[in-house]
C-alpha cells in the first residue's frame, strides 16, 4: 500500500513514516498542499494521510483537491484540533475519518485497515490464483492456508501484481507501487525483488507464476 502523508511536523513525520514502513507500507512524505496536488498527480496513492495546519492553509480545504486528483481516495484527517465542531468540519468536507493528536501508532495501523475494507476503495478484498491466496485487507500472501513470509519490497510486488492479476504490469508502474518518491533506487533492484519472489512463490508450491515481458513488465498467472 502507498500512503501519502501531508503534515509539516518533521519530527512526527519520521515516526509515522518509520512505523508505517515497518508495516509494509510505502509513505511519501509532503509538507504542504501545493506539493500534494502535484504528488497526487501521479495517481499512485491509497489513503492520504491530512494535517490540518499547514503553512499554506488549513488541510479541511484539501480535501477537494485531493478528490479531484484521485476520486474516492480515502483521507484520514490527523490533527491537534480535538473540539467536537473541528471534527464536525473535518467530515463534513469530506475526511473518511479525523484522527486527534497525539496518537498511538497502533491506532493509526487500524484505522488504514478499516478504511480500505470499505466496498468502494477494495474491489478485491482476496485474490485466490493456484494455491496462492492474496488478502488485501491483511497484506498477508498464503498458500495452501499457510502464511508465506515475505520481505516487505517483495510482498509489495506481489500486492501489485496480484491487483492486476492476468494483465502485464509496466515496469515503471510496478517500480511507483514499490518505491517511495525518496528512495534511493538502485538499477537492478526491482529484478532482483521480482527474482527472489518468483523462487519464494516456487519453493512454496504456489502454482502461480512471474512472467517477465521483455521490455514491456510483469504478468501474474497461474500455472498450466
Given at each position: 500500500?502507498?500512503?501519502?502523508?501531508?503534515?509539516?511536523?518533521?519530527?512526527?513525520?519520521?515516526?509515522?513514516?518509520?512505523?508505517?514502513?515497518?508495516?509494509?507500507?510505502?509513505?511519501?512524505?509532503?509538507?504542504?498542499?501545493?506539493?500534494?496536488?502535484?504528488?497526487?498527480?501521479?495517481?499512485?496513492?491509497?489513503?492520504?494521510?491530512?494535517?490540518?495546519?499547514?503553512?499554506?492553509?488549513?488541510?479541511?480545504?484539501?480535501?477537494?483537491?485531493?478528490?479531484s486528483h484521485v476520486p474516492n481516495l480515502p483521507v484520514i484527517m490527523l490533527t491537534a484540533r480535538d473540539s467536537v465542531a473541528d471534527r464536525v468540519v473535518?467530515?463534513?468536507?469530506?475526511?473518511?475519518?479525523?484522527?486527534?493528536?497525539?496518537?498511538?501508532?497502533?491506532?493509526?495501523?487500524?484505522?488504514?485497515?478499516?478504511?480500505?475494507?470499505?466496498?468502494?476503495?477494495?474491489?478485491?478484498?482476496?485474490?485466490?490464483?493456484?494455491?496462492?491466496?492474496?488478502?488485501?485487507?491483511?497484506?498477508?500472501?498464503?498458500?495452501?492456508?499457510?502464511?508465506?513470509?515475505?520481505p516487505r519490497r517483495q510482498l509489495l510486488v506481489l500486492e501489485a501484481l496480484a491487483l492486476r492479476q492476468g494483465r502485464t504490469v509496466a515496469r515503471a508502474?510496478?517500480?511507483?507501487?514499490?518505491?517511495?518518491?525518496?528512495?534511493?533506487?538502485?538499477?537492478?533492484?526491482?529484478?532482483?525483488?521480482?527474482?527472489?519472489?518468483?523462487?519464494?512463490?516456487?519453493?512454496?508450491?504456489?502454482?502461480?507464476?512471474?512472467?517477465?515481458?521483455?521490455?514491456?513488465?510483469?504478468?501474474?498467472?497461474?500455472?498450466?
Amino acid at each position: 500500500m502507498r500512503i501519502l502523508l501531508l503534515e509539516d511536523d518533521p519530527e512526527l513525520a519520521g515516526a509515522i513514516q518509520a512505523s508505517l514502513g515497518r508495516h509494509g507500507m510505502v509513505v511519501d512524505l509532503v509538507v504542504s498542499m501545493a506539493q500534494a496536488s502535484e504528488a497526487l498527480k501521479a495517481g499512485v496513492h491509497q489513503v492520504l494521510l491530512l494535517d490540518r495546519q499547514l503553512p499554506d492553509g488549513d488541510g479541511a480545504n484539501f480535501v477537494r483537491v485531493a478528490r479531484s486528483h484521485v476520486p474516492n481516495l480515502p483521507v484520514i484527517m490527523l490533527t491537534a484540533r480535538d473540539s467536537v465542531a473541528d471534527r464536525v468540519v473535518g467530515l463534513d468536507v469530506g475526511a473518511d475519518d479525523y484522527l486527534t493528536k497525539p496518537f498511538a501508532v497502533e491506532e493509526l495501523l487500524a484505522r488504514i485497515r478499516a478504511i480500505s475494507r470499505r466496498p468502494a476503495q477494495i474491489t478485491l478484498p482476496m485474490l485466490t490464483l493456484g494455491r496462492l491466496q492474496f488478502d488485501f485487507v491483511a497484506r498477508e500472501a498464503r498458500v495452501g492456508g499457510a502464511l508465506l513470509a515475505l520481505p516487505r519490497r517483495q510482498l509489495l510486488v506481489l500486492e501489485a501484481l496480484a491487483l492486476r492479476q492476468g494483465r502485464t504490469v509496466a515496469r515503471a508502474a510496478l517500480q511507483e507501487a514499490v518505491y517511495g518518491f525518496d528512495d534511493d533506487i538502485q538499477s537492478n533492484a526491482l529484478d532482483a525483488h521480482v527474482s527472489k519472489l518468483r523462487r519464494a512463490l516456487a519453493d512454496a508450491d504456489a502454482q502461480v507464476e512471474i512472467h517477465v515481458m521483455r521490455g514491456i513488465g510483469y504478468l501474474l498467472k497461474e500455472t498450466a
